[in-house]
């Protein structure tokens, strides 16, 4: 039997992650042995604590286990996480020997969603690849910049330690997990069974870019007020130093360090999030809407907004515009 392990967070704590994990593993035990075979997991809750835990303000959850009781497992999954996350790892801290010492055991460690702050706070991520809810992804890389932050993965996998992606996308790294230690069919009977799209391995079709303005240099907020207010026409990084009064390299290294994007990075990032929404609201053509947003070759513009998005434009646009789709 493998032992399942799922964290039951102070502060406050994502409850679907929580009972969409147990729900997952739990089915599984009971397919398995309607085919035939023996169930293989132990699923737990475990706390700093054996007191119960109260989320949401008004749902009770009760760990079967604490950290202090002698025992052993085999995967820990660390559910996600909200508030103020310096505050939350604080909250949390007790967690992190016992999370290390299991995994020096053997154990693997999985989190879901912004979980991985969590994760990440044990230094199990150093040096390795790791993804979080997009919208996280600024905050995270500030918080741990020894950690490769890879915001449009779904799932990574780096030494028996895993992470998911934004939200919903815990359902692919438990269908992943179930894969693993089962076989392919059972994680196709698990896809089937809860609706989940089986192999779905990157978020970039969902991410939006907002800018990123939670920093404290005047100078560089100029220069993105700037960018976004003017993407449209060719901006060169020249022209934004210059805006800044500050030389070309000092005002690119400070640029990176304000929003952990290069110049290019951002203006192409300002430029894509400005076609989608063009291909979300509008009837505009291809052509159209590269155009609008400053591009001027169809090629350049389709390989960028294919990178930052995981889809073409034309599929783009026939995935979020009902209205071109009936066209």
Not at 25 to 37: P, S
Not at 129 to 147: A, G, I
Not at 181 to 200: G, L, P, S, V
Not at 304 to 309: A, D, W, Y
């Amino acid at each position: 039997m493998k032992h399942i392990s799922i964290l039951i967070p102070r502060g406050a704590a994502s409850l679907g992650c929580i009972e969409g994990a147990h729900k997952m593993f739990f089915n599984v035990n009971n397919f398995l042995i309607d085919r035939g075979d023996d169930p293989l997991f132990t699923i737990q809750l475990v706390g700093l604590t054996h007191d119960a835990m109260v989320y949401d303000g008004f749902c009770k959850v009760t760990p079967d286990l604490s950290i202090q009781d002698d025992f052993d497992t085999d995967l820990i999954i660390i559910p996600a996480v909200n508030g103020e996350m310096d505050k939350v790892i604080a909250a949390n801290s007790g967690f992190f020997p016992w999370i290390r010492a299991q995994y020096n055991r053997g154990a693997e460690v999985a989190s879901l969603c912004v979980g991985a702050f969590l994760l990440a706070a044990t230094g199990l991520l150093e040096g390795k690849k790791c993804s979080t809810h997009w919208q996280s992804e600024h905050l995270f890389r500030k918080m741990f910049p020894d950690v490769e932050m890879v915001s449009d993965r779904i799932i990574t996998d780096e030494n028996g330690i895993y992470s998911s992606g934004g939200a919903n996308s815990f359902w692919n790294l438990l269908l992943y997990l179930v894969e693993k230690y089962t076989d392919r069919e059972m994680a196709i009977f698990c896809a089937k069974y809860f609706a989940i799209e089986i192999d779905r391995f990157s978020q970039s079709p969902f991410i939006m870019f907002r800018g990123q303005r939670d920093h404290l240099d005047e100078d560089i907020k100029r220069a993105q007020d700037f960018i976004e207010k003017n993407f449209q026409e060719r901006i060169t990084v020249d022209q934004l130093a210059s805006l800044c009064t500050m030389g070309r390299r000092s005002f690119e290294r400070r640029f990176k360090k304000a929003t952990s994007n290069t110049v290019s990075e951002y203006i192409q990032r300002v430029k894509v999030e400005a076609a989608k929404k063009g291909f979300e609201t509008s009837r505009k053509n291809i052509n159209e809407v590269m155009c609008e947003v400053g591009y001027a070759d169809n090629k350049a513009f389709r390989t960028v907004f294919k990178r930052k998005t995981g889809l073409s434009p034309v599929e783009y646009r026939n995935k979020y515009n009902k209205e071109a789709i009936a066209v």
